[in-house]
């Protein structure tokens, strides 16, 4: 079975904070995504990679950056933490291909900035 | 761009009651279909899909079709149960590129025994 995993389920992080959340998966994966769950809002999409070292911006990338230095792990900064970047992220990975691969999830990691 | 209207929520259903879980798309050319689903503390995880036109998806007693006419993939169950209390998300996504999906905006269930 694919496994993703979040470095933690709860974080609670001072405004002007840099924060790091880390997802590594297990399978190989080439592609990675990071993103951002609000009640009412959805899923959206901050950043994705799709090999090692590259990225792409998703929908809303502002304030946040990406790094991907090994194929299994993708992690997301938030330079300087603020309250409106309280919320659930969800990291998730999927392979590449001609075809559209299901996406596989991580638990999530519910962040809260003060 | 692409995009995906679900029906608002929550839903609250008696247990073996019908479910239904309304879902259209907007997108270009001939995206493929998804149903997620979040259980309580957990990330998504893939309930069903569609690829093409007709095509019905089913896992776990629910069941969506790819209607291309109407641009729907509702979401159906004849008999819930408790533990079928999620948020369920329905999702589109293009072949190709970088396998971007992208979701709708959650449907939360309560099944009530």
């Known amino acids: 079975d694919v496994k993703v995993t979040q470095s933690s389920r709860y974080l609670v992080k001072r405004t002007g904070e840099k924060v790091f959340l880390e997802c590594v998966q297990d399978?190989?994966?080439?592609?990675m995504f990071w993103y951002r769950q609000d009640p009412g809002l959805g899923l959206r999409l901050i950043y994705f990679s799709y090999d090692v070292k590259m990225k792409e911006k998703g929908d809303i990338p502002e304030g946040y950056s990406v790094s991907r230095e090994k194929k299994e792990r993708f992690s997301l900064i938030l330079e300087s933490a603020s309250t409106n970047q309280t919320s659930m992220y969800l990291c998730?990975?999927?392979?590449?291909?001609?075809?559209?691969?299901?996406?596989?999830f991580g638990p999530g990691t519910r962040l809260t900035v003060t | 761009g692409d995009s995906v209207t679900q029906m608002e929520g929550p839903v609250t259903l008696s247990e073996e009651a019908f479910l239904t879980i309304n879902c259209t798309y907007t997108a270009t050319g001939y995206p493929s279909l998804f149903w997620y689903v979040q259980y309580p503390g957990e990330g998504l995880q893939l309930l069903l899909k569609a690829t093409k036109a007709d095509d019905k998806g089913s896992n776990k007693g629910f069941e969506a079709t790819y209607r291309k006419e109407t641009t729907s993939f509702h979401l159906e169950k004849g008999s819930v149960q408790v533990s079928d209390s999620a948020v369920y998300f329905c999702a589109l996504g293009q072949s190709g590129g970088y396998q971007k999906v992208t979701f709708g905006t959650g449907t939360k269930l309560q099944v009530i025994p």
């Open positions: 998730a990975s999927s392979l590449t291909g001609g075809r559209l691969y299901e996406q596989y």
């Open positions: 399978m190989d994966h080439e592609n």
